[in-house]
């Protein structure tokens, strides 16, 4: 069983930078697959990026490759989503998750998620 607790959510304007942080509980917790998925008002969840275990492999939508950055601290139990030149349609509720064999689409255990607003 893994825990997930995303944190770093806030309200910029474009062009800025956030840090979403993803802290995990639960055993083996380095051997899994992380990643993040968005969800905006009104559409489906997204994929926006994921990382491998034990490669490290990175994995990016289209929409926020180069832009974003996605990491992983296993000493802290953390993963990390760097976001950079921030969009008004990066807006959206973030998700942090985890999963065991799946690659990149993970969907084994989700965080509650982190609100990211971005305005124009």
């Known amino acids: 069983q893994v825990q997930l607790v995303e944190s770093g959510g806030g309200s910029v304007q474009a062009g800025a930078s956030l840090r979403l942080s993803c802290a995990a509980s639960?055993?083996?917790?380095?051997?899994?697959?992380m990643g993040w998925f968005r969800q905006a008002p009104g559409k489906e969840r997204e994929f926006v990026a994921a990382i491998s275990w034990p490669s490290g492999w990175t994995y990016y939508a289209d929409s926020v490759k180069g832009r974003f950055t996605i990491s992983k601290d296993n000493a802290k139990n953390t993963v990390y989503l760097q976001m950079d030149s921030l969009k008004p349609e990066d807006t959206a509720v973030y998700y942090c998750v985890a999963d065991k064999s799946r690659w990149p689409y993970l969907d084994d255990y989700w965080g509650q998620g982190t609100q990211v607003t971005v305005s124009s």
């Open positions: 639960g055993r083996s917790f380095s051997t899994y697959n």
